[in-house]
C-alpha cells in the first residue's frame, strides 16, 4: 500500500511538479547568469538525484526491471544499436543545422543558446556528463518507470502512445484514441 501511494506521487511529481519547476528555474534571472558548466553541473545532480528517488520507489514497487527498459543485449547487437544510433543522430543534427541555415526551422528559444558549449571545456562536460545523464535519466524516468507504472495499474498500452514522445505523445494518444 505504500509502495503504491509512494509511486503514485512520484509519478505526479514527474508529470506536473517537473515540468512546472524546470519552466519556472528556466524564467529565473539568476539562473540565466550562471557560468554553463555550472548549469550543467546543476542540471546533472538533479537529473541523478530525481533518478535515484526512482530507483528506490522502482524497488520498493512490483515492477520487473524488464518492464522498466533494462534489457541484456549480447556485445554486437549493442555495438550496432550504438552505431545506428550515433549515425542517425549526427544525420539528424546536419539535417537540422541545414535546415536552419536555410531559414526553414524555427530558430532556438534564448534558453537553449545560454546552454549550448562554447569554449573546449564546456563541450568536454556536456558530452561526458550532461548527455549521458539526460539520456540514462530521462530514458528509465519516463519511458521506464513511469510509462510500466500506468501500464501496470490501467492494463493498457494507450500511455505509451501519451508519452512516448512528450508532449507530441498526446497528439499519438489523440489518433490511437479515435482508432478505438
Same mark, same amino acid.
Given at each position: 500500500?505504500?509502495?503504491?501511494?509512494?509511486?503514485?506521487?512520484?509519478?505526479?511529481?514527474?508529470?506536473?511538479?517537473?515540468?512546472?519547476?524546470?519552466?519556472?528555474?528556466?524564467?529565473?534571472?539568476?539562473?540565466? &547568469?550562471?557560468?554553463?558548466?555550472?548549469?550543467?553541473?546543476?542540471?546533472?545532480?538533479?537529473? !541523478?538525484?530525481?533518478? @535515484?528517488?526512482?530507483?528506490?520507489?522502482?524497488?520498493?514497487?512490483?515492477?520487473?526491471?524488464?518492464?522498466? @527498459?533494462?534489457?541484456?543485449?549480447?556485445?554486437?547487437? =549493442?555495438?550496432?544499436? =550504438?552505431?545506428?544510433?550515433?549515425? $542517425?543522430?549526427?544525420?539528424?543534427?546536419?539535417?537540422?543545422?541545414?535546415? /536552419?541555415?536555410?531559414?526553414? !526551422? +524555427? +530558430? /532556438? =528559444?534564448?534558453?537553449?543558446?545560454?546552454?549550448?558549449?562554447?569554449?573546449? &571545456?564546456?563541450?568536454? !562536460?556536456?558530452? $561526458?556528463?550532461?548527455? +549521458?545523464?539526460?539520456?540514462?535519466? /530521462? /530514458?528509465?524516468?519516463?519511458?521506464?518507470?513511469?510509462?510500466? &507504472?500506468?501500464? &501496470?495499474?490501467?492494463?493498457?498500452?494507450?500511455?505509451?502512445?501519451?508519452?512516448?514522445?512528450? +508532449?507530441?505523445?498526446?497528439?499519438?494518444?489523440?489518433?490511437?484514441?479515435?482508432?478505438?
Amino acid at each position: 500500500m505504500l509502495s503504491r501511494a509512494l509511486s503514485l506521487l512520484f509519478m505526479l511529481f514527474l508529470v506536473v511538479g517537473v515540468p512546472v519547476l524546470s519552466l519556472s528555474t528556466a524564467r529565473d534571472s539568476q539562473v540565466r &547568469q550562471m557560468p554553463r558548466l555550472a548549469l550543467y553541473i546543476s542540471a546533472a545532480i538533479s537529473q !541523478w538525484v530525481l533518478a @535515484g528517488l526512482g530507483l528506490v520507489i522502482f524497488f520498493l514497487s512490483s515492477l520487473s526491471a524488464y518492464s522498466v @527498459g533494462f534489457r541484456t543485449l549480447a556485445p554486437v547487437a =549493442a555495438l550496432t544499436w =550504438a552505431g545506428a544510433l550515433v549515425a $542517425l543522430s549526427v544525420a539528424g543534427v546536419r539535417l537540422g543545422l541545414f535546415l /536552419e541555415l536555410r531559414g526553414w !526551422w +524555427p +530558430p /532556438e =528559444a534564448e534558453l537553449v543558446h545560454l546552454l549550448i558549449p562554447k569554449t573546449r &571545456q564546456e563541450k568536454f !562536460w556536456s558530452v $561526458l556528463l550532461l548527455a +549521458p545523464t539526460a539520456a540514462l535519466c /530521462e /530514458e528509465f524516468l519516463y519511458r521506464g518507470f513511469l510509462l510500466a &507504472q500506468l501500464t &501496470q495499474w490501467l492494463r493498457s498500452g494507450a500511455w505509451r502512445g501519451l508519452l512516448h514522445r512528450w +508532449p507530441s505523445g498526446w497528439r499519438t494518444f489523440i489518433k490511437v484514441g479515435t482508432e478505438w
